[in-house]
């Protein structure tokens, strides 16, 4: 397990393979059925083909349809449940239901009628309507087999972009090729954390269309791929972007759809603290996406930042782990300050289940890379700091998110790999 009082990174016993338990799309009650002669098969069939068009699912796999029934009437009277007796969309809800009903055989008669969800229900509806956003994934030019972290906090000035950016060079100083994606829209902040000068390209790519070529830092042995709204022609950094939630989203999904990111290992989000739009949009455009919480030790940010995890889970991205920002450092005479206490991210880890990654002390030297634009786990590696960064860093490769690397995927690799296997077991056999 972390000490947070030395800084030291560790995982905890649940992240042997950095997994959490599959999330399963979430149940759906059976209506009641009342009534012999009522064919459910395809009574259900005939209305998923009736979408709500606010959730953007049917109605059946939303678990709307709550009863079916032959009345004395021997109409077939539907009970479908709406989030709110008052929703707007029952008219057109009711028109497409009936149409839909009443094609089958043996049904000259539909009525419908309109119940409202319990608080449970409605929840349950939501996580419905998030699973199926999920499903419906941007089609980008990101590699399906690039690691995707998106790197969260519940609050700002906890030093998420500043671990991002250290976090991004430590793996491309590894030979890794990292993608940086700046989604903090309106808080841009990784050209400068990052040293990066230059501007995003545009490029014809046939059809009229435009995509743009990220700004390229080569790092050691490897490369960061870098786009942000600060590296765009025309932005300034000391203007204010005065844009809607929506507007926001919309730019990230661009980011996204728009750019040409090439080949890929990892690709890091820098996201905007809290849980707004771009949020919620990240779980639909890139479902495939861990995320990871940064926090400081003080309780106010801790219970922030459980928020983030919850609305991680209830668009069904994995939590894969907690980072401790600012943590208790250590002075040269064994001094311990906690300026903004201990333990907190310790106890959001244990509360969200999840491992804590590391506890980074409270450093100038990371202020003064930012400042720089030279990272300080690059730039001044011997630093607390850097030492925590790097034991990150190694657990992301290791434990959290292993490069996926196509030749272990292959049948040619694990051919390769079982004749491996096999010669080493001759010689063991011939020693003998």
Same mark, same amino acid.
């Given at each position: 397990?972390?000490?947070?009082?030395?800084?030291?990174?560790?995982?905890?016993?649940?992240?042997?393979?950095?997994?959490?338990?599959?999330?399963?799309?979430?149940?759906?009650?059976?209506?009641?059925?009342?009534?012999?002669?009522?064919?459910?098969?395809?009574?259900?069939?005939?209305?998923?083909?009736?979408?709500?068009?606010?959730?953007?699912?049917?109605?059946?796999?939303?678990?709307?349809?709550?009863?079916?029934?032959?009345?004395?009437?021997?109409?077939?009277?539907?009970?479908?449940?709406?989030?709110?007796?008052?929703?707007?969309?029952?008219?057109?809800?009711?028109?497409?239901?009936?149409?839909?009903?009443?094609?089958?055989?043996?049904?000259?008669?539909?009525?419908?009628?309109?119940?409202?969800?319990?608080?449970?229900?409605?929840?349950?509806?939501?996580?419905?309507?998030?699973?199926?956003?999920?499903?419906?994934?941007?089609?980008?030019?990101?590699?399906?087999?690039?690691?995707?972290?998106?790197?969260?906090?519940?609050?700002?000035?906890?030093?998420?972009?500043?671990?991002?950016?250290?976090?991004?060079?430590?793996?491309?100083?590894?030979?890794?090729?990292?993608?940086?994606?700046?989604?903090?829209?309106?808080?841009?902040?990784?050209?400068?954390?990052?040293?990066?000068?230059?501007?995003?390209?545009?490029?014809?790519?046939?059809?009229?269309?435009?995509?743009?070529?990220?700004?390229?830092?080569?790092?050691?042995?490897?490369?960061?791929?870098?786009?942000?709204?600060?590296?765009?022609?025309?932005?300034?950094?000391?203007?204010?972007?005065?844009?809607?939630?929506?507007?926001?989203?919309?730019?990230?999904?661009?980011?996204?759809?728009?750019?040409?990111?090439?080949?890929?290992?990892?690709?890091?989000?820098?996201?905007?603290?809290?849980?707004?739009?771009?949020?919620?949009?990240?779980?639909?455009?890139?479902?495939?996406?861990? @995320?990871? &919480?940064?926090?400081?030790?003080?309780?106010? *940010?801790?219970?922030? $930042?459980?928020?983030?995890? /919850?609305? +991680? %889970?209830?668009?069904?991205?994995?939590?894969?782990?907690?980072?401790?920002?600012?943590?208790?450092?250590?002075?040269?005479?064994?001094?311990?300050?906690?300026?903004?206490?201990?333990?907190?991210?310790?106890?959001?880890?244990?509360?969200?289940?999840?491992?804590?990654?590391?506890?980074?002390?409270?450093?100038?030297?990371?202020?003064?890379?930012?400042?720089?634009?030279?990272?300080?786990?690059?730039?001044?590696?011997?630093?607390?700091?850097?030492?925590?960064?790097?034991?990150?860093?190694?657990?992301?490769?290791?434990?959290?998110?292993?490069? @996926?690397? &196509?030749?272990?995927?292959?049948?040619?690799? *694990?051919?390769?790999? $079982?004749?491996?296997?096999? /010669?080493? +077991? %001759?010689?063991?056999?011939?020693?003998?």
């Amino acid at each position: 397990m972390s000490d947070s009082t030395t800084g030291t990174a560790a995982l905890g016993t649940d992240a042997t393979t950095g997994d959490e338990p599959a999330v399963p799309r979430p149940a759906v009650s059976a209506p009641d059925v009342v009534g012999d002669d009522v064919d459910e098969t395809a009574i259900m069939n005939a209305l998923r083909g009736v979408i709500d068009p606010e959730l953007g699912d049917n109605v059946v796999d939303l678990g709307m349809v709550k009863r079916l029934e032959r009345g004395a009437d021997r109409a077939m009277h539907v009970t479908i449940a709406l989030t709110t007796a008052g929703c707007p969309l029952r008219a057109q809800l009711m028109r497409d239901a009936k149409a839909r009903v009443g094609s089958l055989p043996g049904i000259d008669v539909v009525k419908i009628h309109f119940g409202e969800m319990t608080a449970d229900e409605r929840k349950s509806v939501m996580s419905q309507a998030r699973w199926k956003a999920r499903d419906n994934a941007l089609d980008t030019d990101i590699p399906a087999t690039a690691r995707i972290l998106a790197i969260s906090s519940g609050k700002g000035g906890v030093g998420k972009s500043s671990v991002t950016a250290n976090l991004a060079v430590l793996l491309a100083d590894q030979g890794y090729t990292v993608g940086v994606l700046d989604a903090d829209v309106g808080g841009f902040s990784m050209p400068q954390l990052l040293g990066i000068d230059g501007e995003i390209q545009g490029e014809r790519a046939g059809e009229g269309k435009t995509v743009m070529k990220p700004v390229v830092r080569p790092i050691g042995d490897g490369v960061l791929h870098v786009v942000s709204m600060g590296s765009i022609s025309g932005a300034n950094e000391t203007e204010a972007i005065m844009w809607r939630g929506m507007m926001l989203n919309r730019a990230v999904q661009h980011f996204l759809e728009d750019v040409q990111w090439g080949e890929l290992d990892y690709l890091l989000i820098d996201m905007p603290p809290g849980t707004s739009d771009i949020q919620m949009g990240l779980a639909r455009m890139l479902p495939r996406t861990d @995320v990871v &919480i940064v926090t400081t030790p003080a309780k106010a *940010a801790q219970q922030v $930042a459980a928020r983030a995890a /919850d609305m +991680a %889970r209830k668009g069904f991205l994995r939590v894969a782990g907690v980072i401790e920002n600012m943590g208790p450092s250590t002075g040269p005479d064994g001094t311990v300050t906690a300026m903004f206490g201990s333990g907190g991210g310790q106890a959001l880890a244990d509360d969200i289940g999840v491992p804590l990654l590391g506890s980074i002390p409270l450093d100038s030297a990371i202020a003064a890379g930012g400042d720089s634009g030279l990272p300080a786990a690059l730039d001044q590696p011997d630093s607390a700091s850097s030492a925590v960064l790097r034991s990150i860093a190694d657990l992301i490769v290791t434990d959290v998110a292993p490069p @996926v690397k &196509i030749a272990d995927c292959s049948l040619r690799g *694990a051919l390769t790999r $079982a004749g491996a296997d096999l /010669d080493a +077991a %001759r010689e063991r056999a011939h020693a003998r």
